[in-house]
Each structure stands twice: as structure tokens, then as C-alpha cells.
């Protein structure tokens, strides 16, 4: 295990969220393989190595998608990226979220500073619908920060995942991005 970047530290104005770049794969990478290892908001079941996170980090970045960071006292402690929901063409103004925060620092606002900005650049970038698909229904704390945010319930899907020896449900929350639905699409896009 790493050390925490944030371990005894108080969480403070420090927080800086930006866009991801290469030299933050590592620590993303690490985040993601944490949550991957022993928690249930990803039905992965390994472990990505870091020319894989690269890779998924490429096509999410050259997919014209945002994808942030957030860094606390120099170091990466937590990363937020929307991506494509679905590949076919109708769902192109839809996208879905994906926030990982670093065990030690969980439950200090990181999750809330990198869905706001996610949300404002999906919005800039011209998208209407964010869907966030949550790993497992004990999952409250992202269910939580969902809601807060303006994400409404959908559903859940019970018992469609087995990781760490149980069912796991994936609950669906979605939230209107700038004019929604109220008016169509640029004409052409």
C-alpha cells in the first residue's frame, strides 16, 4: 500500500481540481487499483496496469470527454471523468460520470469539488444528460454526493454483479446537463 497524501492532514482551501495529463496516470492508476482490490463501486475484478489506465485515459481525453484530478498538497488524491455512455450515435449528448477519491481521503469534499467541475465541463462541452451508475447500493456516500448534486433516482439494477463473494446491485441516478431536454440539439450535431 502507498502512503497517504493526506494522512493527519485537514483538508483545507489547498484543493486545486484540474485536468488530468499523463504524468498523473501513476496515481490515478494506484486510486483506481485500490478500488478495483477492495471495494465494490467497480465490478472490475483486476487490477489495471498503468498502460492500461493510460490507454483508457487516451480515448476518454481524445473522445473530446473531460477528465480532472484533484490535487491536495502536490499529490493526486482523488480523479473524475465523463465518458461515453453508450458507442451508438444517439446517445452522443449523453455521457456517464465515473469519480474515484483515495481511501485516506474520502469524506472531505474531494468527490463534491470534482463532480461540480466534471458537470460544468460536460455542460461547456455542449452534453445534456450526465448518468452516474453506482456500484452497489451500500454505495450511500456516492448516492449522497449524486443527489446533492441534482442527480435524481432512476432505478437499480438488483443483483447483477458478484465481487467479494456477494451480489451486487448497480443503482442508476441521472441528472440534466444545461438545457436537458427542453430544446433539441444543435442542428447538425
Same mark, same amino acid.
Request: aromatic share 8%; glycine share 12%.
Given at each position: 500500500?502507498?502512503?497517504?497524501?493526506?494522512?493527519?492532514?485537514?483538508?483545507?482551501?489547498?484543493?486545486?481540481v484540474?485536468?488530468?495529463a499523463?504524468?498523473? *496516470?501513476?496515481? *490515478?492508476?494506484? *486510486?483506481?487499483?485500490?478500488?478495483? +482490490?477492495?471495494?465494490?463501486?467497480?465490478?472490475?475484478?483486476?487490477?489495471?496496469?498503468e498502460?492500461?489506465?493510460?490507454?483508457?485515459?487516451?480515448?476518454?481525453?481524445?473522445?473530446?470527454?473531460?477528465? &480532472?484530478?484533484?490535487?491536495?498538497?502536490? +499529490?493526486?488524491?482523488?480523479?473524475?471523468?465523463?465518458?461515453?455512455?453508450?458507442?451508438?450515435?444517439?446517445?452522443?449528448?449523453?455521457?456517464?460520470?465515473?469519480?474515484?477519491?483515495?481511501p +485516506?481521503?474520502?469524506?472531505?469534499?474531494?468527490?463534491?469539488?470534482?463532480?461540480?467541475? &466534471?458537470?460544468?465541463?460536460?455542460? +461547456?462541452?455542449?452534453?445534456?444528460?450526465?448518468?452516474?451508475?453506482?456500484g452497489?447500493?451500500?454505495?450511500?456516500g456516492? *448516492?449522497? &454526493?449524486?443527489?446533492?448534486?441534482?442527480?435524481?433516482?432512476?432505478?437499480?439494477?438488483?443483483?447483477?454483479?458478484?465481487?467479494?463473494?456477494?451480489?451486487?446491485?448497480?443503482?442508476?441516478?441521472?441528472?440534466? &446537463?444545461?438545457?436537458?431536454?427542453?430544446?433539441?440539439?444543435?442542428?447538425?450535431?
Amino acid at each position: 500500500m502507498r502512503p497517504s497524501p493526506v494522512a493527519g492532514a485537514a483538508m483545507t482551501d489547498t484543493l486545486k481540481v484540474r485536468f488530468a495529463a499523463p504524468p498523473d *496516470i501513476a496515481a *490515478i492508476a494506484a *486510486i483506481y487499483g485500490e478500488a478495483v +482490490a477492495n471495494g465494490t463501486a467497480s465490478f472490475e475484478l483486476a487490477v489495471p496496469d498503468e498502460a492500461e489506465m493510460t490507454r483508457r485515459f487516451e480515448a476518454i481525453v481524445s473522445g473530446g470527454f473531460p477528465y &480532472l484530478v484533484a490535487e491536495h498538497a502536490g +499529490a493526486v488524491v482523488g480523479y473524475a471523468y465523463a465518458g461515453p455512455y453508450r458507442p451508438r450515435p444517439a446517445y452522443r449528448f449523453t455521457v456517464e460520470d465515473s469519480i474515484y477519491i483515495d481511501p +485516506a481521503a474520502q469524506r472531505l469534499g474531494i468527490g463534491r469539488a470534482l463532480l461540480t467541475r &466534471l458537470v460544468e465541463e460536460s455542460e +461547456a462541452r455542449g452534453f445534456r444528460q450526465m448518468l452516474a451508475v453506482i456500484g452497489d447500493s451500500e454505495n450511500a456516500g456516492s *448516492i449522497r &454526493l449524486h443527489a446533492a448534486l441534482g442527480f435524481r433516482m432512476v432505478g437499480t439494477f438488483a443483483n447483477v454483479g458478484w465481487k467479494h463473494g456477494r451480489w451486487l446491485d448497480s443503482v442508476l441516478m441521472q441528472r440534466g &446537463l444545461g438545457e436537458g431536454a427542453e430544446t433539441p440539439p444543435p442542428p447538425g450535431a
